[in-house]
């Protein structure tokens, strides 16, 4: 029986939304993106995500392992959400620390890592968000690049 190669779709939860990255371990990057979402709308974040799952048939979902506090209420519920969608459809679940990702990547700001992934894909060069002041909001293309960093911390170790 042929093995099916491993399909990570990783997701990064924020208030404003969601980026995710659907990595492949053969065929590469191949769909990567931020979706809007209001904190209150369960509804509409689920449907997007459904979606994606359904097209996309990943093998697995990858998220942040983050610590449980106020701040994080609506990514600690939808992180719920989405282990109950991966079990619904039968995918493994995978959460990675901040820490992995850079000990896998080698780097430790989130800008470096955007760099870093940026040149291992030239596709998302141009999504790299511009030097921020710490009192700016994050950028929402920021949000892509850490789904991906998710992704890649499970699927660099496997590469031959």
């Known amino acids: 029986m042929k093995r099916r190669s491993l399909r990570l779709f ?56 983050f610590l449980p506090v106020k701040e994080k209420a609506t990514a600690l519920r939808r992180l719920g959400l989405l282990i109950d969608l991966a079990h619904e459809h039968r995918i493994g679940t995978c959460q990675v620390s901040r820490k992995v990702v850079e000990g896998v990547l080698g780097v430790r700001t989130k800008r470096d890592i955007a760099r870093a992934l940026a040149r291992r894909f030239p596709e998302l060069e141009s999504r790299v968000p511009p030097e921020r002041a710490r009192s700016m909001d994050e950028d929402d293309r920021m949000h892509i690049f850490d789904a991906l960093s998710f992704a890649m911390a499970i699927a660099d170790p496997l590469s031959p």
């Open 10 to 65: 990783s997701i990064d939860l924020t208030a404003r939304g969601f980026g995710f990255a659907l990595l492949d371990s053969q065929l590469g990057l191949l769909d990567w993106g931020f979706s809007n979402v209001s904190a209150d709308d369960d509804e509409t974040f689920m449907a997007r995500v459904r979606e994606k799952l359904e097209r996309n048939a990943p093998t697995a979902l990858v998220f942040e392992n």
